[in-house]
C-alpha cells in the first residue's frame, strides 16, 4: 500500500487508457477530490503483474480503517484493474 500518488501517477493513466476507465477513476480526478473533501491520509492499494501496474483502488485512511475517496461529488467509484 502506498501513501501517495507520486510514483505510479503515469502508470495509473495508463492503465486507465488500457481499460477505457472513465475520468473519475484516475490520479486526476482522485488527487483534487482528496485535497478539496479528503478526511483522512491518502492510501493506494496497487497490483503489480509482471512488473506493470495491472490494479490500483485508491483509498484513504482514517481512523484505523480504510474508506473510499468518493462522496456525493464523485460520479464513479471503483478500482482501475486490467481483468
Not at 3 to 30: H, K, M, N, Q, Y
Not at 37 to 55: I, K, M, S, V
Amino acid at each position: 500500500m502506498l501513501d501517495s500518488a507520486d510514483g505510479i501517477r503515469a502508470e495509473w493513466d495508463e492503465l486507465a487508457d488500457r481499460t477505457g476507465a472513465a475520468p473519475f477513476l484516475r490520479p486526476g480526478w482522485i488527487e483534487p477530490w482528496q485535497e478539496a473533501f479528503g478526511t483522512g491520509q491518502p492510501a493506494y492499494l496497487t497490483l503489480h503483474r509482471e512488473g506493470r501496474l495491472a490494479g490500483v483502488m485508491p483509498l484513504q485512511a482514517r481512523r484505523g480503517t480504510l474508506v473510499s475517496t468518493s462522496n456525493w461529488h464523485t460520479p464513479l467509484y471503483g478500482p482501475v484493474v486490467e481483468d
